[in-house]
């Protein structure tokens, strides 16, 4: 609530601005581009991204945060150095707009004139020093188990109506396979008290709960349940790409040595059957 307040602040700031400073420069910004960094010790998988806002700074003062892509007035002209930097809507709360931590900002020393726009098409890549677990369904073999307690299991699906162009892992609920319960099979030695991240791309028509399973070798694995990504319509179903931040599950889950992400789902209420869809799933930490 408090970012949404700050931000509807800032629209109406900038509105009273222009009303008292008839002549601004126009600061235009696209949307986000994620290219390839070459420097990448670790492959970094598919380049989707969702990087919905930018925090934009001119001569390092701080302006907002918009969604992109947007034109905002500027009440500076000359030679100017711009930041902009990929924001991510945090655990996919619109209202938790937050600098995504393992990209780069966006830079540029450009000359701003009043009443004129200056147009950017903001570029950005992982940084060198991001580290990631990746599951691109690439592979022939899976590196998700199904729980003993599953009914359903995930496959690796093809079909070009879902997508047109990679391979994506698959699972089908219905009344007799109902439930669909599995777990990442590498175990993660993730950082504590770090930025760690579960970016995750999916296509759902029933509801699906993650979770971190903490693992320790003095005590039983305990499934933290994180955030649930809701179901969509069958006839407005389309991919979408989440940031699920862990943070504070790594750094709370005491005398843990590793960690393996897990996936629950059971046949949404009402529905003969649903499906979950599931691509591009990393783990990102430094």
């Known amino acids: 609530m408090k970012s949404l307040i700050g931000i509807l602040s800032t629209i109406l700031l900038l509105t009273g601005c222009v009303k008292n400073n008839p002549d601004p420069a126009w600061l235009e910004v696209t949307e986000w581009t994620l290219i390839e960094n070459p420097d990448l010790v670790n492959i970094e998988g598919e380049l989707s991204h969702n990087?919905?806002?930018a925090w934009v700074y001119v001569n390092d003062k701080i302006i907002g945060v918009f969604e992109v892509p947007f034109k905002i007035p500027i009440l500076q002209s000359g030679t100017c150095n711009i930041k902009l930097y990929p924001t991510v809507r945090n655990n996919g709360i619109a209202a938790t707009k937050k600098i995504y931590p393992f990209v780069d900002r966006y830079e540029i020393t450009a000359e701003l004139v009043q009443n004129k726009t200056l147009t950017i098409n903001p570029v950005t890549k992982y940084n060198s020093y991001s580290q990631f677990w990746i599951e691109d369904f690439?592979?022939?073999?899976?590196?998700?188990?199904?729980?003993?307690?599953?009914?359903?299991?995930?496959?690796?699906?093809?079909?070009?109506?879902?997508?047109?162009?990679?391979?994506?892992?698959?699972?089908?609920?219905?009344?007799?396979?109902?439930?669909?319960?599995?777990?990442?099979?590498?175990?993660?030695?993730?950082?504590?008290?770090?930025?760690?991240y579960l970016e995750l791309d999916y296509y759902n028509t029933n509801s699906i709960v993650t979770g971190v399973i903490a693992l320790s070798s003095s005590s039983a694995p305990k499934n933290n349940v994180n955030i649930q990504l809701n179901s969509q319509k069958p006839a407005e179903v389309k991919w979408k790409k989440i940031y699920l931040d862990l943070k504070e599950i790594i750094s709370n889950s005491s005398g843990a040595n590793s960690f393996l992400m897990s996936f629950q789902a059971a046949l949404d209420e009402g529905d003969t059957d649903g499906v979950i869809v599931l691509d591009n799933i990393k783990v990102v930490h430094f």
Do not use: H
């Open 138 to 196: 690439e592979d022939a073999a899976i590196k998700i188990n199904t729980d003993p307690t599953s009914a359903d299991t995930m496959i690796i699906g093809t079909d070009p109506l879902i997508m047109k162009w990679n391979r994506y892992g698959i699972s089908t609920l219905d009344a007799v396979d109902s439930s669909w319960v599995a777990y990442t099979t590498q175990e993660l030695a993730l950082p504590k008290g770090e930025e760690v």
């Open 51 to 53: 990087f919905s806002d």
